[in-house]
Nanobody, 128 residues
Framework: QVQLVESGGGLVQPGGSLRLSCVVA????????MAWFRQAPEKEREFVAS???????????YYADSVKGRFSISRDRGTRAIYLQMNNLEPEDTAVYFC??????????????????WGRGTQVTVSS
């Protein structure tokens, strides 16, 4: 089991920036990937970005088309944390953002079923 703790959400104006953090507070299993997903009101949870934690593709990143060029995922293996730098935020980015960890394979690295552990989420609201 992996315990994840997110932080960094908040209210920001359109065009602004936020940086989300996710720390692996406790882990009893190995992981090879971590990701961010988001869920807006009355919508399904959707993939945002992921990063390979270990293995031959360690450090490789993946992004949803809707956030490419605006969001950047990174990791710090020393502190066991990942980050999501979000720039040029739009009202459509408003959602609860969840951190996830697991052992996804190539076909599941951008899907929720590739991850077995989830954080509680942090709210991001983009509004003027």
């Amino acid at each position: 089991q992996v315990q994840l703790v997110e932080s960094g959400g908040g209210l920001v104006q359109p065009g602004g920036s936020l940086r989300l953090s996710c720390v692996v507070a406790e882990s009893t299993v190995e992981i090879n990937g971590m990701a961010w997903f988001r869920q807006a009101p009355e919508k399904e949870r959707e993939f945002v970005a992921s990063i390979r934690w270990s293995g031959g593709s360690s450090g490789r990143t993946y992004y949803a088309d809707s956030v490419k060029g605006r969001f950047s995922i990174s990791r710090d293996r020393g502190t066991r944390a990942i980050y999501l730098q979000m720039n040029n935020l739009e009202p459509e980015d408003t959602a609860v953002y969840f951190c996830a960890a697991g052992r996804p394979i190539t076909s599941t690295v951008t899907t929720a079923r590739g991850y077995t552990s989830w954080g509680r989420g942090t709210q991001v609201t983009v509004s003027s």
